[in-house]
T-cell receptor
Framework: GIQVEQSPPDLILQEGANSTLRCNFS?????LQWFHQNPWGQLINLFY???GTKQNGRLSATTVATERYSLLYISSSQTTDSGVYFC??????????FGSGTRLQVQP | KAGVTQTPRYLIKTRGQQVTLSCSPI?????VSWYQQTPGQGLQFLFE???????NKGNFPGRFSGRQFSNSRSEMNVSTLELGDSALYLC???????????FGEGSRLTVL
């Protein structure tokens, strides 16, 4: 099956800093989503981005499908951005394959 | 529009028992899928239902089963619980237009 690798696994930032999270995948996909998992476990949708670039406030994402990677940018980070960020892909089986996540800690 | 609703949120069972978890998708969404999250294995796909039919199944033993009703609500059942079944079980509904998945808050199962 498809492999999804996220980097870095852990990231510690000071409030106000910018960061880039990366997701590499091993096969063609027809769906790619970024999620933020809150402390209670819920997966919050950030982006649905099988290709191209999207922006939502301080967050933006880019997927280069031909090169099989996606990037999530967080600018001017806040303590509320802390948590685990997951990339997940679907190759058409209607089943998401998740990466292992990036655990982000934003310190005040 | 209400989100994906899962019940119960927390439950504790003992080994050998069985458990049933419920999921109500976003109104209008007909596809429901289930995922298991554990510290060791991460997030893994269990199964997906559409119009009361299981369309896809992950690599889990037969103790894990599910069903979908005509109103698109879904249930999953785990029989003969093992300690390793302790996990967060997440349900997702899929937008028919874009294919984007939206997740519920999860049901956290502890097996003692």
């Amino acid at each position: 099956g498809i492999q999804v690798e996220q980097s870095p696994p852990d990231l510690i930032l000071q409030e106000g800093a910018n960061s880039t999270l990366r997701c590499n995948f091993s096969d063609s996909v027809n769906n790619l989503q970024w999620f933020h998992q809150n402390p209670w476990g819920q997966l919050i949708n950030l982006f649905y981005i099988p290709s191209g670039t999207k922006q939502n406030g301080r967050l933006s994402a880019t997927t280069v499908a031909t090169e099989r990677y996606s990037l999530l940018y967080i600018s001017s980070s806040q303590t509320t951005d802390s948590g685990v960020y997951f990339c997940a892909v679907d190759t058409g089986r209607r089943a998401l394959t998740f990466g292992s996540g990036t655990r982000l800690q934003v310190q005040p | 529009k209400a989100g994906v609703t899962q019940t119960p949120r927390y439950l504790i069972k003992t080994r050998g028992q069985q458990v049933t978890l419920s999921c109500s998708p976003i109104s209008g969404h007909r596809s429901v899928s289930w995922y298991q999250q554990t510290p060791g294995q991460g997030l893994q796909f269990l199964f997906e239902y559409f119009s009361e039919t299981q369309r896809n199944k992950g690599n889990f033993p037969g103790r894990f089963s599910g069903r979908q009703f005509s109103n698109s609500r879904s249930e999953m059942n785990v029989s003969t619980l093992e300690l390793g079944d302790s996990a967060l079980y997440l349900c997702a509904s899929r937008s028919g237009g874009t294919g984007e998945l939206f997740f519920g808050e999860g049901s956290r199962l502890t097996v003692l």
